[in-house]
């Protein structure tokens, strides 16, 4: 079972920035996908990026295309998910997630471990 530790949330201003960051350890990840989800009050859990941790691939939702950005370090084990030109819109708890299928994968059910979440709260 992997442990995932995000940080990096908080509160910060439309147009702002923010790194959120995901610590992976208690199994090889050479062969695994990454994702960040988000999930706001009273909304489902959604996809928002992934990355495969083999060749690098990425993918986006189409609602955070060209603003958001994940990319990972394999000496750190760690992904990380650059975020600019934020929205109010974009508040939401935030969740790292790992599979240990290295295919491609958009839904929360095709992962098999999740982190704790990190709040990132949007101010218009």
């Known amino acids: 079972q992997a442990q995932l530790v995000e940080s990096g949330g908080g509160l910060v201003q439309a147009g702002g920035s923010l790194r959120l960051s995901c610590a992976a350890s208690?199994?090889?990840?050479?062969?695994?996908?990454m994702g960040w989800f988000r999930q706001a009050p009273g909304k489902e859990r959604e996809f928002v990026a992934r990355i495969s941790w083999i060749d690098g691939t990425t993918s986006y939702a189409d609602s955070v295309k060209g603003r958001f950005t994940i990319s990972r370090d394999n000496a750190k084990n760690t992904v990380y998910l650059q975020m600019n030109s934020l929205k109010p819109e974009d508040t939401a708890v935030y969740y790292c997630a790992a599979r240990t299928n290295p295919a491609r994968a958009y839904t929360r059910y095709e992962y098999d471990s999740w982190g704790q979440g990190t709040q990132v709260t949007v101010s218009s």
């Open positions: 208690g199994r090889t990840f050479s062969r695994n996908s």
